[in-house]
């Protein structure tokens, strides 16, 4: 295996402003926050601006990174002292290679996108000011994640992420249900954020530094135990960014947030943190194969546990939240194989942000169409009513479920058949993830657009305007093309290479291996039950109640129970506890101690008579007792 | 003999403290008060004749002064208290208490 | 021997006296007692070699300080006498205790103390030539210092006892005029007629006649009618007889002249309750009954 090239420094060029991209969208944040509302009429239009204007800015320094050799793609722009004294000197740099480019391409490409689709979608909402301006917050966020030079700034951009998010799922927060969702968003990720501190914490004791470039050349140096604990700890940070369980429950209650919303924590930004934080960090993982192997595991179980969810849930975004979870699995799964896996998980996940988005922001469409319904059991034959919302789905639809030269075929079939290479019970719950995926994705998209119409009795189901249109048609084209290609003749993975070690042999792609045979076929098989259940026959208006399996589905696989059995309640009764002890153990003792004394003062009060012959009485006693005592111990 | 005039001075000293205490007329406590200074007084003269020394008759006679100026004082505030309140009990003047 | 009889006389006398003082009812007696106890002390000081100490405790205690306490005790009330009854719960029981334990334990130290015979003072004021320039000159040189500084106790407390007893005037002193005001107010602006004792009778307690014959009640001190009915003394004529039993009634009121204050804009300020029956006697008429205690 070949290591990643050598990071050189790097000054001037487009490159060398390369911070523009980060600054542009929190610059637009700071203006729509602080200009308050005298920048609602054109706050918008100016959030959209500052997206673009990142994305163009990322695009040129995509093009001036291409003209240099593969060797030399990896360049750092020093920025300044971040963190200057002692033994700690935290300098801020940009890391500019083949894999944060891709990542700021995405996270400034779909976000700007959807930053368009948002001017339709929030046009009524008395708010959306505010709302672009948390948008260019988040984007901002996540490119100072993905473009610094060291784990303290992608910290910095972690939590970033982690507010932006808080503030965009509580944006209705007039509804409990999605303040309580914004919290709970936020404090499962604190578990996560925990997780990630200590592993830099790890890293700084260990190598002395957390800046990418002398830690990766110091792994090999490091103990394998020590390597071990920052794995798993930087996987814990991941679990909760992406939503990998056992940190997933917050996932599908983000979906309280606006629609252009879940698009971008599903799509863009936010969850794609964890796999980009594992592939980052891949030498660590590589010297460490039982964080590696720990990795893998977590993705397959999230990818069977999404997937499993997804097949019962009723409400279009959280069935598509469900996938989410699924296909992010797929990706750690990837990211756990090493350098092999690398390439695919970075490809799906881009080729992934476009089917999904394409997807969340046609969910929304079909929303904006349906009076703000999230039902699929109200929705039905939307088919003819919107065309291109139909079509633009359908595209992402057939690009999840693996569909044959679409995206999803190329980068999902490549995990599959590393993972099978790898491991083959990896490989083949990956397989049976993949039917299953091919069985909700079809009940989602037969429910929601074929069948009869279910429609509540005032509604009218009408195209969206060009503003969100445009933005799902660009999106499904990507969907389309993205995954070919990236994979196809290994465009990708030689592209990335440089960023993360080229592994000892590249995949050759068989169009017709027995794995990729036997995926298609439980694919087939998932989409033609879903076709028998959800397509031609007859789907209830109100939910039947559902085999033992249905209701573990519907429930979350029942992690939200788990959390509060083995959190929640143990947490009340610690604070119990904590609350009785200090109510009667501290209170107690002091208040004891203070009645006591108070207590013997009230007695002792008394003897103060006010009596000038009680007050003699008792000098006299004491001569007399002095006498006797003089008596006794001076014998006179 | 000097025995004997010491348990004297010891037994009027007592009479007088148990005067203190029970008598509430306050010019009787004074009285009483006075009682225990003569009691002093004599003991100190005895040891003066005891010792063969001036010095204890130096300090009966500073004590007969002290005394003299103490009821000065004591007898005038007996008589405000008794202006304002018609009454020299002890007891009545008990305002100053828990 | 002449010492042993004085001091057993003296000890049991002034014992008794001082159980005396504690134990009678009547502070006067009280003070009486201490006397005897002081005049008992001043005896036994001028046998243990101190005459000075012993005319001083006479002279001191017995001369100014029970004159002190008699004169207090005359001005707050010979009449009060204490209650018997305790008050306060125990104290008598713990103060007899207390009395007897420390009695007991100082009695029983002397006793057991080994003390040899006096000394004696001859010695000591052989040099000066007798008992009070011994004193001289001790007071006067090594406690010249304590002395001067009793002094200054002295004068301290004289000043203090002139501050406690001294009290301000409430209200300015009626002036001549106001005195004269008064008396013309009160009705009656010459005195009082006197008593009959010109007329019939060499004896103030006989009222006057008038020129017109008829007897004046004013003419007679109500106390000493008040004597003359409770001692049956009353004479013989029925009409004097009765004016006496109405004085001693009270029934006849003798106007007390009221003092009008000099008060500028009110000159003709009526008697009223707020005058004070003060100044009696400087309207020249007899005081009815004994001058009342001030600020009453």
């Known amino acids: 295996m070949e290591t990643a090239a050598e990071i050189v420094q790097h000054s001037g060029g487009v490159i060398g402003v390369s911070w523009l991209t980060i600054v542009l969208p929190l610059l637009g944040a700071a203006i729509l926050l602080l200009g308050g509302r005298r920048t609602d009429r054109w706050g918008h239009l100016l959030g959209v601006a500052m997206s673009l204007a990142s994305f163009v800015v990322a695009v040129l320094v995509f093009v001036e990174l291409l003209g240099f050799g593969p060797d030399q ?324 639809y057939l690009a999840i479920i693996g569909f044959p030269l679409l995206s999803g075929y190329w980068t999902k079939d490549g995990i599959i058949e590393t993972a099978m290479e790898h491991n083959p019970i990896l490989g083949w719950l990956a397989v049976i993830g993949a039917g299953i995926t091919g069985f909700y994705m079809s009940r989602l998209f037969f429910m929601t657009f074929h069948g009869k119409p279910r429609w509540e009795k005032d509604v009218h189901p009408h195209e969206s305007p060009a503003v969100m249109t445009w933005p799902l048609i660009i999106l499904s084209i990507g969907s389309v093309f993205g995954g070919g290609f990236l994979i196809a003749g290994n465009r990708f993975m030689e592209f990335l290479a440089p960023a993360v070690g080229r592994p000892e042999e590249m995949p050759s792609f068989h169009p017709f291996s027995v794995t990729g045979l036997a995926t298609l076929a439980l694919v087939a098989v998932g989409v033609a039950y879903a076709w028998m259940r959800y397509g031609r026959a007859e789907v209830p208006a109100v939910a039947p109640r559902g085999s033992f399996l249905t209701v573990f589905a519907r429930r979350d696989l029942y992690g939200d129970a788990i959390n509060e059995a083995l959190f929640m309640r143990p947490g009340q009764w610690l604070t119990r506890l904590a609350v009785y002890f200090d109510n009667r153990g501290v209170d107690g003792l002091v208040n004891g101690l203070a009645a006591l004394i108070g207590g013997t003062s009230g007695r002792l009060r008394r003897v103060q008579t006010g009596f000038v012959r009680s007050y003699a009485l008792s000098i006299f006693f004491g001569a007399a007792l002095l006498v006797g005592a003089w008596f006794v111990v001076g014998n006179l | 003999m000097t025995t004997h005039y010491l348990v004297l001075s010891a037994l009027l000293f007592a009479i007088g403290g148990v005067g203190v205490l029970v008598r509430r007329n306050a010019i009787v406590v004074f009285m009483c008060v006075e009682l225990m200074l003569n009691a002093c007084n004599l003991a100190f003269v005895t040891f003066a004749r005891q010792h063969g020394n001036l010095e204890g008759q130096i300090i009966a006679f500073f004590v007969m002064i002290v005394a003299a100026a103490e009821v000065v004082v004591g007898l005038a505030i007996i008589v405000t208290i008794f202006r304002t309140r018609r009454s020299a009990s002890v007891d009545d003047a008990n305002l100053l208490k828990y | 021997m002449g010492e042993t009889i004085t001091f057993w006389v003296l000890a049991v006398v002034s014992v008794a006296a001082a159980l005396g003082l504690v134990f009678s009812r009547k502070a006067v007696y009280s003070a009486l007692m201490l006397g005897v106890v002081m005049l008992s002390l001043a005896v036994l000081y001028a046998v243990q070699d101190a005459p000075f100490l012993a005319v001083v405790q006479i002279i001191v205690y017995t001369g100014a300080v029970m004159m002190l306490f008699l004169f207090v005790l005359m001005l707050v009330g010979v009449d009060s006498s204490d209650s018997l009854v305790e008050t306060i719960k125990g104290q008598r029981f713990w103060a007899v205790v207390a009395g007897l334990g420390f009695a007991v334990l100082l009695a029983a130290g002397i006793g057991n103390a080994v003390i040899g015979a006096p000394t004696g003072l001859s010695g000591a004021v052989s040099a000066d030539g007798g008992n009070v320039p011994a004193l001289a000159r001790l007071i006067f040189t090594r406690y010249v210092f304590a002395f001067e500084v009793t002094s200054a106790l002295l004068i301290t407390a004289a000043l203090g006892a002139m501050v406690l007893a001294h009290r301000e005037r409430s209200e300015p002193k009626p002036t001549q005029k106001d005195l004269s005001r008064a008396r013309f107010l009160s009705g009656h602006p010459s005195p009082l007629p006197g008593p009959g004792t010109y007329a019939r009778h060499n004896a103030i307690d006989m009222p006057a006649l008038l020129p017109d014959g008829t007897v004046s009640e004013l003419s007679v001190n109500r106390v000493i009618a008040r004597h003359d009915v409770a001692d049956g003394h009353l004479p013989d004529n029925p009409r004097l007889a009765q004016a006496i039993r109405k004085v001693a009634e009270g029934a006849v009121r003798t106007e007390q002249p009221k003092v009008v204050q000099a008060v500028a804009e009110a000159p003709e300020v009526p008697a009223t309750a707020q005058e004070k029956p003060k100044a009696a006697q400087a309207a020249g008429t007899r005081a009815d009954g004994p001058v009342e205690e001030e600020g009453k």
């Open chain 1, 73 to 396: 793609r990896r360049r750092v722009v020093e920025l300044y002292d971040f963190l200057p004294g002692g033994t700690i000197d935290v300098k801020m740099g940009l890391l500019l290679d083949p894999l944060s480019i891709s990542f700021a391409l995405l996270i400034t490409g779909v976000g700007s996108l959807i930053h368009i689709y948002s001017i339709g979608y929030m046009a009524h909402d008395p708010n959306r000011r505010r709302f672009f301006a948390y948008l260019n917050l988040f984007i901002a966020a996540m490119l100072l994640l993905v473009l610094a030079d060291n784990y303290l700034g992608l910290y910095v951009g972690w939590e970033g992420v982690g507010l932006a998010s808080y503030l965009l799922i509580g944006f209705w927060q007039h509804k409990p249900s999605a303040a309580a969702a914004a919290k709970k968003a936020f404090i499962v990720n604190r578990v996560g954020d925990m997780g990630l501190a200590l592993g830099i914490f790890v890293i700084f004791t260990t190598f002395g530094t957390v800046a990418f470039g002398p830690v990766m050349s110091g792994v090999p140096q490091a103990s394998q135990g020590t390597l071990t604990l920052i794995g798993l700890a930087l996987l814990l940070g991941a679990c909760g960014k992406s939503a990998q369980l056992p940190l997933q429950s917050w996932l599908l209650d983000a979906m309280e947030g606006p629609t252009p919303v879940s698009a971008l924590i599903h799509a863009a930004t936010m969850v794609t943190a964890g796999v980009y934080l594992v592939v980052r960090s891949g030498p660590i993982y590589v010297g460490a194969p039982t964080a590696a192997l720990v990795v893998t595991i977590v993705g397959v179980a999230t990818l069977l546990a999404g997937a499993i969810i997804g097949t019962a849930k009723d409400d279009i975004k959280k069935a598509l939240a469900g996938s989410t979870m699924s296909q992010i699995g797929y990706m750690m799964l990837a990211a756990g194989l090493g350098p092999v896996g690398y390439a695919f998980a970075i490809a799906h996940l881009i080729a992934h942000g476009f089917f999904k988005a394409s997807m969340f922001l046609g969910a929304g469409s079909v929303m904006h169409a349906m009076n703000d319904e999230v039902d699929m059991r109200k929705f039905g034959g939307l088919a003819s009513k919107m065309k291109i919302t139909w079509i633009t789905f359908g595209l992402g």
